[in-house]
Nanobody
């Protein structure tokens, strides 16, 4: 089994920054470096939506339009972690943030929820206006 655990959420004022981290473990993650790691978020009453993803090549990233220029996704294959640096946070960024893994080795990161087969439990990010 694959386990993903998010950390780093919390309460921050608008304009502030947070850094989320996702730690992967489990026997299936021996090939972690090959997988796409994605970040999604779900605000109360809304569907879970794509935020950012990073492919097996760290140069291969994708972002939702709403976070481009503010969020940066990165990974450390040696530590089996994927981070999401969030700057210039807005009230509308408030949500539960989920880390996910897509174990296919694709040329570009997937953005669809159904394309990810492992999920973390989520971490709450609250941005006060």
């Amino acid at each position: 089994q694959v386990q993903l655990v998010e950390s780093g959420g919390g309460l921050v004022h608008a304009g502030g920054s947070l850094r989320l981290s996702c730690a992967a473990s489990g026997r299936s993650f021996s090939s972690y470096a090959m997988y796409t790691m994605g970040w999604f978020r779900q605000a109360p009453g809304n569907l879970r939506v794509f935020v950012a993803a990073i492919g097996w090549s760290a140069a291969n990233t994708a972002y939702a339009d709403s976070v481009k220029g503010r969020f940066t996704v990165s990974r450390d294959n040696a530590k089996r972690t994927a981070d999401l640096q969030m700057n210039s946070l807005k009230h509308e960024d408030t949500a539960v943030y989920y880390c996910a893994a897509d174990r296919r080795m694709l040329p570009t990161p997937a953005k669809g929820i159904a394309e990810y087969d492992s999920w973390g439990q989520g971490t709450q990010v609250t941005v006060s206006s």
